[in-house]
């Protein structure tokens, strides 16, 4: 009898992990020229073609941002730089920026949205300023990425609502149909799986059909969790990591995203239409760490490149 309870079990762990491998396949991540200084080779983490957006911090020299895009390019990556709007002077800064990277990095897709500095350095505060000029359209950019708050962000709705960040979806949505681009919202990272589904939901009954790629903090110290959660606004999902903090047997151990994203695999295994097809890493404990966890849970699709490469040699 035992035996059987056994099996059962057994067979739903490996369905389990069969969800997980396929809702993986296909991740991205996100560097900063600083930390993808510290790699050899992200041929020896990431699976081939991977999506690695590249994080445009304020003060962050514009030929550091299109040195790392080039690099990334070279060693087979598909990359896609941040354009914070509120970094960029003027509408002639934006047109360099774009030259730039598609001119010595071969750059076709851009991350779009409002940047993280409270007060503007020039005349745009907004994504949607940015994707106006039509200099994106006009350079060809093939893949124009938007931000996503699935829990929200004070900086757009100061009284915790939805109601601006609603509008800015909606007219996102008419942006996606009104031109070519193929378009995704990149959320903000999250680690409760119920509220994240309900927001997806959300955005279908407001007649937003822009493809979600889901923010997912890769394993890292409870503590590291914490502090960039508070720094990023994570509101709602950080009673999650509070939870695990009065745990002193856990406080040591790394915080991983195997059950919101085991949650999340499940949901979208059993309602195929589901609008979250991809999932978006912010390697908040490393490169190195959240590729290795990617590798673990990740199946074949997460083999790095370098021996993907060897396998079919």
Known sequence: MALFGLKKKLDVVGASSAQLQSFLEGYSI???????????????????????????????????MVATAKRLK?????????????????????????????????????LVLAGGVDKPQGDFHSSMQLLETGLFDAAGFKRLHVAGHPEGNKDIDPDGGRRVVNEALSWKQAFAQRTDAKMALATQFCFEAKPVIEWANSLVAQGIDIPVHIGVAGPAKLQTMIK?????????SLRVLQRRA???????MPFEPTEFLTDLAAHK??????????VH?????????????????????????????GLNQ
């Open 246 to 252: 009065k745990d002193v047997t856990k406080l040591l």
């Open 269 to 278: 295994a059993n309602n195929p239409d589901f609008n979250i097809t991809k």
């Open 228 to 236: 960039f959660s508070i720094a990023c606004g994570v509101g709602a």
């Open 74 to 110: 070279n060693e087979g990556f598909t990359v896609m730089p941040h354009f914070p709007a509120r970094i960029i002077k003027d509408k002639t800064m934006l047109a360099d920026w774009i030259a730039r990277y598609q001119g010595e990095a071969g750059v076709d897709q851009a």
């Open 281 to 309: 890493f912010f390697p908040l404990g490393g490169i190195k760490t959240n590729a290795t966890w990617a590798m673990e849970n990740g199946g074949p699709a997460a083999v790095p490149a370098s021996q993907s490469q």
């Open 30 to 64: 996100e560097v900063m020229p600083r930390t993808a200084e510290k790699i050899e080779d992200f041929r020896e983490l990431l699976p081939q073609d991977t999506r690695v957006y590249i994080a445009h911090i304020d003060g962050t020299p514009i030929g550091d």
